[in-house]
Nanobody, 125 residues
Framework: QVQLVESGGGLVQTGGSLRLSCAAS????????MGWFRQAPGKEREFVAA????????YYADSVKGRFTISRDNAKNTVYMQMNSLKPEDTAVYYC??????????????????WGQGTQVAVSS
């Protein structure tokens, strides 16, 4: 059973930074594009950022462009997201999964399994 384990969330003030990690227990990790998605209370899960299999192409939702940076280390089966200049509207549970392009956005493709437990990010004003 493949697992996706997210970590690195926490409580920060507006303008603060966090670095999220997502570790996959799958040797095929490097075959897939990976994405970060988030779900705020009372809202649907939304795309945040994606990175192709090799790590040389990245994609971002307009709401985080210029503030968040996605990266990956295929040797460690891990994808990261550096989040800077955090805003209260970034408050959500953050999840990772494999991702595929869907029109102008990205959707989870579940090639390594379902959602992990997520990691909570809370930004205070």
């Amino acid at each position: 059973q493949v697992q996706l384990v997210e970590s690195g969330g926490g409580l920060v003030q507006t303008g603060g930074s966090l670095r999220l990690s997502c570790a996959a227990s799958a040797r095929t990790f490097s075959s897939y594009a990976m994405g970060w998605f988030r779900q705020a209370p009372g809202k649907e899960r939304e795309f945040v950022a994606a990175i192709n299999w090799s790590g040389d192409s990245t994609y971002y939702a307009d709401s985080v462009k210029g503030r968040f940076t996605i990266s990956r280390d295929n040797a460690k089966n891990t994808v990261y997201m550096q989040m800077n200049s955090l805003k209260p509207e970034d408050t959500a549970v953050y999840y990772c999964n494999t991702a595929s392009k869907a029109g102008t956005t990205w959707s989870p493709s579940f090639r390594l399994g379902s959602w992990g437990q997520g990691t909570q990010v809370a930004v205070s004003s």
